[in-house]
């Protein structure tokens, strides 16, 4: 990849009141997509809060590309049904990555990104400095479903020969 900017690290980190798509529960994973790049969690079976605290990482070349997310339930003798999707930007991220923060104390918001029309923020994601480096936590609403959030984390990795932020 000659454009790579740097790899993203999205820690998959549960799914609350997801919608149920079998008898009493549902078995859920979640698909992350970038482009032309598509990542899968594990399916946790028969459960509609389930915790996959899993990573994903994609290669970021270009960080105005929205993040797709798409949940379902597995299915074993038919087509696995759709419980929801969402999507992300990282603007506001890469932004932050970008002021080369040192020294400051663990703990220190950046910044917060507000929920809007625009995204599927169920509530305002800061993005802060935690132990030397720049992480946002996000909590999800999905869409075209009856009810569903699911909660990220994103950590940055630099890559040596990399373009760089």
Not at 64 to 81: A, H
Not at 144 to 161: A, F, K, Q, Y
């Amino acid at each position: 990849m000659e454009n790579l900017v740097g790899l993203l690290r999205i820690t998959v980190v549960r799914g609350v009141n997801l919608a149920k798509r079998d008898v009493s529960s549902s078995d859920p994973y979640v698909i992350v997509k970038m482009g032309k790049q598509k990542l899968k969690t594990r399916v946790v079976k028969k459960n509609i809060n389930p915790e996959w605290n899993e990573e994903l990482t994609l290669s970021i070349s270009d960080p105005n590309v929205p993040i797709k997310l798409q949940v379902y339930d597995r299915d074993t003798f038919s087509l696995d049904d759709k419980m929801g999707d969402a999507e992300f930007d990282i603007r506001a991220y890469v932004e932050a990555l970008k002021m080369h923060l040192q020294n400051i104390p663990s703990g220190t918001v950046i910044t917060k990104v507000k929920p809007n029309r625009e995204n599927c923020l169920a509530e305002e994601s800061n993005i802060m400095w935690e132990n030397g480096k720049v992480v946002q936590n996000l909590f999800l609403r999905l869409r075209n479903v009856e009810c569903g959030e699911i909660e990220l984390m994103l950590n940055w990795i630099d890559v040596p020969g990399s373009r760089g932020l």
